[in-house]
Nanobody, 121 residues
Framework: QVQLVESGGGLVQSGGSLRLSCVAS????????MGWYRQAPGKQRELVAG???????NFADSVKGRFTISRDNAKNTVYLQMNSLKPEDTAVYYC???????????????WGQGTQVTVSS
């Protein structure tokens, strides 16, 4: 099977920084896109940032200029550096990856269990 395990969440004051990490493990042949989503209480899950296998990135307008995303393909890991955090960034952050497990299989979506980020004002 495949697992995505996130780390790095926590409580931080407004204006502070956090770095999230997500490691994909298990039977993995190839990883296409990776990214981070978040879901605040009472709201739908939304894309925060994504990165392709080639390194192209995209960001939600609300985090542009404050968050950066990167990946280490050799380690099957994606990172989210979050700076200048605001209370409205408070949410559960989920890692996502498009993974092909075998040479003959198709890319399938996998999700991490989520990590809580809380920004106090």
């Amino acid at each position: 099977q495949v697992q995505l395990v996130e780390s790095g969440g926590g409580l931080v004051q407004s204006g502070g920084s956090l770095r999230l990490s997500c490691v994909a493990s298990g039977t993995i042949f190839s990883i296409n896109g990776m990214g981070w989503y978040r879901q605040a209480p009472g709201k739908q899950r939304e894309l925060v940032a994504g990165i392709t296998s080639g390194g192209s990135t995209n960001f939600a307008d609300s985090v542009k200029g404050r968050f950066t995303i990167s990946r280490d393909n050799a380690k099957n890991t994606v990172y989210l550096q979050m700076n200048s955090l605001k209370p409205e960034d408070t949410a559960v952050y989920y890692c996502h990856a498009e993974i092909k497990r075998r040479t003959w299989s198709v890319f399938t979506d996998y999700w991490g269990q989520g990590t809580q980020v809380t920004v106090s004002s």
